[in-house]
C-alpha cells in the first residue's frame, strides 16, 4: 500500500466541477489581475477570521514582507522569531533591512515566550510567533508581552488557516498575520498565493496600495511598494476551497486523533512522542509531527514502506549558512536542535484513508519490533 505525502489529486477530483467554470471565467473575460473576485475573496477571509479587512497577496513571503514594510521595519530594528521555522520568516525580516533574533521553542514546537521576554532590547520592534504545524499560540500571553514592551505583533500563521481558541481564529489575533495558501498548504491554491488580515484597518489599507506599486490611482504613487498582488485565478480557486476548508480541518483532527490512538494501541510510547491533542478547534494539523529518538532509520523504513514521511525541518534557521553571522546565531538553542533531530512528520490530509493510518502504525510498530 502507497500512502503519498499528499493527495491533492484527490482533493481536486472533488473539487473539478466547482473549479473549471471559474477558471473558464476568468480566461472568457480575459480578467487576471485583481477585481471582484479578488475582493470578494478578501471579504470572505474577513468574514471568515473576524477581522475588518484582508489583502491578497503574492505569497506567504510577500505578505511578511508587507507586514514588515507596514510596521515600517527597517535597518537597526530587531525582530524576534523562532529559529525552528520555514526558512521564509526569517527572510522576509533580512529583505526589510532588519535583524532575526532567534528565539528557541518549547515542546510543543511553538516560540517559548520565557526565552522571547529575555530577548527584548531598545532595538526589538515586532514579536513573530509562528502557528507552527496548526498549532495555535497561546496568544494571551504574547499579546500581554507586546503591549508591556510597546512592540507590534506579526503571527505568521502560513501553516494555520482556521485554527482557533477562545481569543479568536489565528489570523485575528495579531497587528498583521501572514498566510500562504502555497499548494501544499490547509488552504492551497494552484501555486503561490498569500494574503495579510489583522485588527488594524489602516494598516491593511496601506498595504492594500503598497501591493500595487503603492498606486491609489494608476500611474499616481503614493509610496515606493511592489507588485505583490494576489492573481484573480488564486483567489477564483482559494474561493471554492474556503468553502471546505471547517470540514477538511476537523478531518484533519480526527486523522490526528487516530494516529494518537493507533500508536497508543500499539504501545509505542516509549518510542514516540505523539502531538498533544488541545481541545476544540485549536489545532488544525497541516503538519502531524511526532518525536522520535531514533528518528532517521525509522524514516528510511517509512520511504522503504512507500510512506510519504518527512521532516520539517531539519536544519534550524540559526544553523543555517546564511544566518552564521548574525548575533543571535551564536547562541545554542537546546530545545531547537533536539527537536531537528527528533521531528518526524507523518502522512495527514482528509483523504488518508484509516486502512492507510494502520499501515503507517503497523510499520513503526514493525521497525521497533525488529
Ligand atoms: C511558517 C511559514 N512561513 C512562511 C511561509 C512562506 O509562504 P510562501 O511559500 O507562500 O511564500 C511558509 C510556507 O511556505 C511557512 O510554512
Known sequence: MKVPQLDLRTQYQSLKNEILPKIEEHFANQSFILGPTVDHFE???????????????????????????????GPGDEVLLPSFTFFATAGAVIHAGATPVFVDVDEDFLMDITDAAQLITAKTRVILPVHLYGRQLPWRAWRELADAHGLRLLEDA???????????????????????????????????GGLLSGLDPELLARARLFRNHGAQQR?????????????????????VKLGHID????????????????????GLASHVTCPRLPR????????????????????????????????????????????????????????????????????IYPELTDEQQVFVVDVIREFFAD
Open 43 to 73: 471579504k470572505s477571509m474577513a468574514e471568515y477570521l473576524g477581522v475588518p479587512d484582508c489583502v491578497g497577496l503574492a505569497s506567504g513571503s510577500e505578505a511578511l514582507r508587507v507586514a514588515l514594510a507596514m510596521f515600517d521595519v
Open 158 to 192: 502560513a501553516q494555520s488557516v482556521g485554527s482557533r481558541d477562545d481569543m479568536g481564529r489565528s489570523g485575528a489575533l495579531g497587528d498583521l498575520a501572514a498566510f500562504s495558501f502555497f499548494p501544499t498548504k490547509n488552504l492551497g491554491g494552484a501555486g503561490d
Open 219 to 239: 500611474y499616481y504613487h503614493s509610496e515606493v511598494g511592489i507588485n505583490g498582488r494576489l492573481d484573480a485565478l488564486q483567489a477564483a480557486v482559494l474561493q
Open 247 to 266: 470540514e477538511w480541518n476537523r478531518q484533519r483532527r480526527a486523522r490526528a486523533a487516530r494516529y494518537n490512538q493507533l500508536i497508543d494501541e500499539a
Open 280 to 347: 476544540g478547534e485549536e489545532h488544525v494539523f497541516h503538519q502531524y509531527t511526532l518525536r522520535v529518538g531514533n528518528r532517521d532509520p525509522l524514516l528510511t523504513r517509512l520511504h522503504e514502506n512507500e510512506i510519504g514521511a518527512a521532516i520539517y525541518y531539519p536544519v534550524p534557521l540559526h544553523r543555517q549558512e546564511c544566518f552564521k553571522e548574525l548575533p543571535s546565531a551564536q547562541r545554542s538553542l537546546p530545545v531547537t536542535e533536539r527537536l531537528t533531530e527528533e521531528v518526524l512528520s507523518l502522512p
